[in-house]
């Protein structure tokens, strides 16, 4: 099998010129000039702009709306409210304070974790892990 390899008007070698010491400065060439100002930014900044868009609206923003949810759930825990804590313990608030809770986890055993420590409302996590686990029809 040969190849043959046409001979194309353009290559890596520089053409030659009559004057090889300095580079002739003419009007004419084929590459355009490079931007300059507002215009060469603004053409780098819009990817930026996308990607931090995208990236507020895919991370950030949900984010946020959990820890409001999270706060408000914080914020309305009452006495008699069952629960569950970050270390995954499930009791039932019998006292609270603005940064403790003390939960009854068994008959006469009390503990006293931090507010901040509740992960959810345990009738609300039982419900919400009985739907995931329900088949879908299709």
């Not at 520089?14 to 490079?34: D, F, K, N, Q």
């Not at 895919?58 to 629960?83: C, F, H, N, S, Y």
């Not at 809770?101 to 974790?113: R, S, T």
């Not at 992960?119 to 039982?126: F, N, P, V």
């Amino acid at each position: 099998m040969h190849v043959i390899l046409a001979t194309s008007s353009w290559s890596m070698q520089p053409e030659p010129s009559s004057t090889a010491s300095a580079p002739s400065a003419s009007t004419g060439s084929s590459s355009p000039a490079p931007k300059s100002g507002i215009g060469g930014i603004a053409e780098l900044l819009w990817p930026m702009l996308l990607m931090f868009g995208i990236f507020y609206f895919l991370i950030l923003r949900p984010q946020q709306k959990r820890q409001r949810e999270t706060d408000d759930m914080l914020k309305a825990l009452k006495k008699g409210d069952k629960v569950r804590t970050t270390g995954g313990i499930r009791g039932e608030v019998v006292e609270l304070n603005e940064s403790e809770v003390w939960l009854m986890i068994a008959d006469k055993v009390k503990i006293n974790v931090l507010r901040s420590h509740v992960a959810a409302r345990a009738e609300k996590a039982a419900t919400e892990s009985k739907e995931e686990a329900k088949p879908t029809a299709g």
